[in-house]
């Protein structure tokens, strides 16, 4: 059976055969306290988007799990996500392939933005977790391992962040992602963590730049997992503050040093390719409590504008964030800057349309 201080790891392109090999070195059921018991599975379906784009977990995965736990005579399944704000959970989940998963194994998909959030207290911090998620009484977290524009990575202690409504979601960016993001940890445990890192995107959340590289991680300890994340994705723990908080709340261990990382198929453990597309593109922008969705769409539409060298010599400051309410400028991105002189509406505006905003915009100031 796995214990905490353990990464499994395993290499290939079979990926719901991977899931099932990882759930058997693991002992995944016999981590399950009865065949009784209520088991959650909570992909990350931020958006619809296939999960070849990046961003999203493939449903291989989450169907090798299944097979895995039925095969095993577990019963009491539930499979349980809600998409970032602007999303609606239900597109993702058909685009997705969950749809597909439901009919197939007879799992219910709960979808948790439109779930009720009940109060919770999580180490000191009142926090709305959707019920679903309460309900559950083994956890098991499917992430992508993947980049963030706002937090550097995701994986699975971010994860759990679809599982509290999309009022809360724009809160946790209010209070600046990292201290929240931490005591969610507290109060919702993963019982399981199997990790996507079949072809995420390392610097976007929503994806469009894929990096394969075909394999999956299993683990127990969510900290454990986002601080090898880190190391993989060449961050120092400390980059990423909602790690140590998440450590300090009892959440569980960042210490690397005591680690036993596995590889399964004699393959050697590899970290990824530097990339920093985000560094590259922020310069340009003033972001104060802007949601995922929001900048995550920003940040890409930007890397298209310096690919065409439409950057280059633009000094104006874009404005994006819910610390803009209110307030006048001249750029901004969002219905948060809507008393801008110029500003692009969206709750949240999407990729493309920000890119053609931009564009125009920068056409109009040169000429």
Sequence with gaps: MIKNNQIYIVHGTDYKQ??????????????????DTRVGIKPNLVS????????????????????YLQGR????????????????????????GYDELSRKYGVPFIDTQKEKGILTDCSGMKIPICKAALDVEFLINVPVLKGHCQTKITCALKNMKGLIP??????????????PIAHLNAGIRQHFILVDNICGDPD????????????????????LVDAYVCRLMHYHTSDVPYIGLA???????ADLSAADIRTLDGQSDEYMPYSRKVVEVCDHVQEVDSCSACYGYLIPALSRLKEEGLLEGFDTTICIGQGFRGKQGELGIGHCTHGFRRHLEGCPPLETDIYEFLKSYIEEVRN
């Design 18 to 35: 991977m899931a099932v090999s990882l759930a058997e070195e693991c002992c995944l059921d016999e981590l399950i306290p009865s065949k």
């Design 48 to 67: 619809a988007s296939e999960a070849s784009f990046g961003a999203t977990t493939h449903p291989e995965v989450v169907a090798g799990i299944i097979e």
């Design 73 to 96: 005579g577990f019963r009491n399944i539930v499979m349980l996500e809600g998409s970032w704000v602007g999303e609606r959970t239900a597109d993702s989940v058909k685009v997705c």
């Design 166 to 179: 999309n009022k809360e979601k724009r809160h946790f960016h209010a209070m600046g992602l990292h201290k």
């Design 204 to 223: 976007f959340e929503d994806g469009g730049n894929p990096l394969v590289m075909n394999r999956l991680l299993g683990a127990v300890d969510p900290v």
């Design 247 to 253: 450590e300090a709340l009892g959440v569980g261990s």
